[in-house]
């Protein structure tokens, strides 16, 4: 009996410590973590990030700063963030870039948020190459600041580009907060006259062009030459193909020319944001809840949407359901895309507040971060309120949160840096190294769908097709077909010779059994014959 005691006092503790645990991960990690399966199903998985700090302006030393001559009203503002829209890192030197838009400012800081490497940006001044008179704004502070990018050129000279909503330009400058150019409202009959020029959101090629993203162009980004010269549109989206685009194709064919001038225009939505990998390729998302068509792109110099001939463009990003409850859609919308050194693309969706991490093929790998419980109003680390911005630096995420005034920091977790040593090793063609890591993958999550395509590949590489259709069947499609193809073409030559042997004997008897068929004709008829006379 006391035997008994002992156990049940054992497994009790072991539930207790199990629960303790389950309650402190849950501490630490305030969302579930899940994918989805081949058919597009949610299933629940192992997180790929998880949260590793949260930053606000007293972290990055905001508060200890000299506001002595602000307003007092001002100067509890200022302590603080007020509502951040962007972020850029400068993968080469670390340096961290924030707009912070309520306060009309820049801060420039590093990775750790260190206050005494915190600088802040608030005023600009002309110089030598740039001077006021060649101005069309003639300000140098800036008015409520929506985007971010800085570029390097070869001679080491860094360039700093603000996307200046109120003050309608993009502005140049260098670290010695000189104004070096400014990009402003086209002049060119080819841009509208009656569009407004409020640059929300700024990229800049390797030649330093400038792509400006501008809400009410629906062309595509407006695109500048580095001397500021407006080189026309760049990446424009297609038109949805909705009941009523196709309508309007159908009365066109009928409709007089009178008619056709006076229907209604269909045009594409405008890009919400974009972002540019190292090879040069621009990737752009288009933060829309109802629209299928593409929503990201990855852009060649021509402006053509690459995904397309791969195939991509039709995939859903995001969350694969839409959602209504009461009234309102909770579908996806990204709101912003960010392309990592490995090619990784991180999508942020402004509806859910979560970030989507794909490979470079679009296979999805983790979904982390949600919007905060109505009573919680994301207080809790790895919620948010209000999502604008997402960034990736030596493998962390930071996310932007608008409301809440803060910069949220994913790390990697084992799971995470082993999906992702995989990955690498496959795309390397290192196919058998890869195996290993799939294979630890699915001891950890079973239901992690892409390590069977990763063991799937790695097996058909080995050309052991029979084990490679094994784990392609319900994960993949195309591998499975592929397997299936070496399989029977394997299948063929290993048997050719008894497959021959069997066809000739099959020939053989069918020549022998028509031969003696005949002659049964030929004596019945004979005998028939014989019968009459």
Same mark, same amino acid.
């Given at each position: 009996?006391?035997?008994?005691?002992?156990?049940?006092?054992?497994?009790?503790?072991?539930?207790?410590?199990?629960?303790?645990?389950?309650?402190?991960?849950?501490?630490?990690?305030?969302?579930?973590?899940?994918?989805?399966?081949?058919?597009?199903?949610?299933?629940?998985?192992?997180?790929?990030?998880?949260?590793?700090?949260?930053?606000?302006?007293?972290?990055?030393?905001?508060?200890?700063?000299?506001?002595?001559?602000?307003?007092?009203?001002?100067?509890?503002?200022?302590?603080?963030?007020?509502?951040?829209?962007?972020?850029?890192?400068?993968?080469?030197?670390?340096?961290? %870039? =924030?707009? $912070?838009?309520? /306060? @009309? !400012?820049?801060?420039?800081?590093? *990775?750790?948020?260190?206050?005494?490497?915190?600088? &802040?940006?608030?005023?600009?001044?002309?110089?030598?190459?740039?001077?006021?008179?060649?101005?069309?704004?003639?300000?140098?502070?800036?008015?409520?600041?929506?985007?971010?990018?800085?570029?390097?050129?070869?001679?080491?000279?860094?360039?700093? %580009? =603000?996307? $200046?909503?109120? /003050? @309608? !330009?993009?502005?140049?400058?260098? *670290?010695?907060?000189?104004?070096?150019?400014?990009? &402003?409202?086209?002049?060119?009959?080819?841009?509208?006259?009656?569009?407004?020029?409020?640059?929300?959101?700024?990229?800049?090629?390797?030649?330093?062009?400038?792509?400006?993203?501008?809400?009410?162009?629906?062309?595509?980004?407006?695109?500048?030459?580095?001397?500021?010269?407006? /080189?026309?549109?760049?990446?424009?989206?297609?038109?949805?193909?909705?009941?009523?685009?196709?309508?309007?194709?159908?009365?066109?064919?009928?409709?007089?020319?009178?008619?056709?001038?006076?229907?209604?225009?269909?045009?594409?939505?405008?890009?919400?944001?974009?972002?540019?990998?190292?090879?040069?390729?621009?990737?752009?998302?288009?933060?829309?809840?109802?629209?299928?068509?593409?929503?990201?792109?990855?852009?060649?110099?021509?402006?053509?949407?690459?995904?397309?001939?791969?195939?991509?463009?039709?995939?859903?990003?995001?969350?694969?359901?839409?959602?209504?409850?009461?009234?309102?859609?909770?579908?996806?919308?990204?709101?912003?895309?960010?392309?990592?050194?490995?090619?990784?693309?991180?999508?942020?969706?402004?509806?859910?507040?979560?970030?989507?991490?794909?490979?470079?093929?679009?296979?999805?790998?983790?979904?982390?971060?949600?919007?905060?419980?109505?009573?919680?109003?994301?207080?809790?680390?790895?919620?948010?309120?209000?999502?604008?911005?997402?960034?990736?630096?030596?493998?962390?995420?930071?996310?932007?949160?608008?409301?809440?005034?803060?910069?949220?920091?994913?790390?990697?977790?084992?799971?995470?840096?082993?999906?992702?040593?995989?990955?690498?090793?496959?795309?390397?063609?290192?196919?058998?190294?890869?195996?290993?890591?799939?294979?630890?993958?699915?001891?950890?999550?079973?239901?992690?769908?892409?390590?069977?395509?990763?063991?799937?590949?790695?097996?058909?590489?080995?050309?052991?097709?029979?084990?490679?259709?094994?784990?392609?069947?319900?994960?993949?499609?195309?591998?499975?077909?592929?397997?299936?193809?070496?399989?029977?073409?394997?299948?063929?030559?290993?048997?050719?010779?008894?497959?021959?042997?069997?066809?000739?004997?099959?020939?053989?008897?069918?020549?022998?059994?028509?031969?003696?068929?005949?002659?049964?004709?030929?004596?019945?008829?004979?005998?028939?014959?014989?019968?009459?006379?």
């Amino acid at each position: 009996m006391s035997i008994l005691k002992k156990l049940a006092a054992a497994a009790l503790a072991a539930v207790v410590s199990l629960t303790a645990l389950s309650v402190a991960s849950s501490a630490d990690e305030p969302y579930t973590g899940y994918n989805y399966d081949w058919w597009g199903d949610p299933i629940p998985s192992q997180n790929g990030f998880v949260v590793d700090r949260v930053i606000d302006g007293s972290d990055m030393g905001l508060d200890k700063l000299d506001y002595s001559d602000k307003s007092s009203s001002m100067q509890e503002q200022l302590k603080n963030l007020a509502e951040p829209s962007d972020i850029f890192i400068d993968q080469k030197f670390g340096k961290f %870039y =924030v707009i $912070d838009s309520k /306060n @009309n !400012r820049l801060i420039i800081t590093d *990775e750790n948020f260190s206050p005494e490497n915190t600088k &802040v940006v608030e005023e600009l001044k002309y110089g030598q190459v740039f001077p006021e008179s060649q101005s069309t704004i003639k300000k140098t502070t800036f008015k409520n600041p929506q985007g971010v990018y800085v570029r390097t050129n070869t001679d080491g000279l860094t360039l700093i %580009y =603000v996307a $200046d909503y109120d /003050n @309608n !330009r993009v502005v140049a400058f260098n *670290e010695d907060l000189e104004i070096a150019m400014e990009y &402003v409202r086209p002049s060119s009959d080819v841009f509208d006259a009656d569009k407004t020029f409020n640059p929300k959101k700024v990229i800049v090629d390797s030649a330093f062009n400038v792509y400006v993203i501008v809400p009410s162009i629906t062309q595509g980004s407006v695109q500048f030459s580095a001397d500021g010269m407006f /080189n026309g549109y760049y990446g424009a989206n297609r038109v949805e193909a909705t009941a009523e685009v196709i309508a309007q194709q159908f009365w066109k064919l009928i409709y007089t020319r009178e008619q056709i001038i006076a229907m209604r225009r269909s045009v594409a939505i405008s890009i919400s944001n974009l972002d540019i990998d190292d090879e040069g390729f621009i990737y752009t998302v288009t933060e829309n809840k109802t629209a299928d068509t593409d929503v990201l792109k990855k852009l060649n110099p021509a402006g053509t949407n690459i995904f397309i001939n791969l195939g991509y463009s039709d995939y859903t990003y995001g969350d694969y359901a839409t959602r209504y409850y009461k009234g309102t859609n909770y579908a996806s919308a990204i709101t912003d895309v960010d392309v990592d050194s490995e090619g990784n693309i991180y999508l942020l969706d402004f509806a859910t507040g979560r970030v989507f991490q794909y490979t470079d093929e679009c296979d999805l790998l983790f979904i982390f971060g949600t919007k905060g419980f109505k009573n919680s109003q994301g207080t809790q680390k790895g919620t948010f309120r209000s999502v604008a911005a997402v960034e990736t630096y030596n493998g962390k995420v930071y996310v932007v949160d608008n409301i809440k005034n803060s910069i949220t920091v994913f790390r990697q977790t084992e799971f995470g840096s082993i999906v992702q040593k995989a990955i690498k090793l496959f795309n390397e063609g290192l196919y058998d190294e890869a195996k290993a890591p799939w294979e630890e993958v699915l001891r950890r999550d079973a239901n992690y769908w892409l390590a069977y395509i990763g063991l799937g590949n790695a097996y058909l590489n080995q050309n052991d097709y029979a084990t490679a259709l094994s784990y392609f069947y319900r994960t993949s499609r195309s591998g499975y077909n592929r397997a299936f193809k070496s399989f029977r073409i394997e299948f063929i030559r290993a048997n050719f010779t008894w497959m021959l042997i069997i066809v000739l004997v099959i020939v053989v008897g069918l020549i022998i059994l028509s031969y003696v068929k005949k002659n049964i004709r030929k004596k019945k008829k004979a005998a028939a014959e014989g019968g009459t006379e």
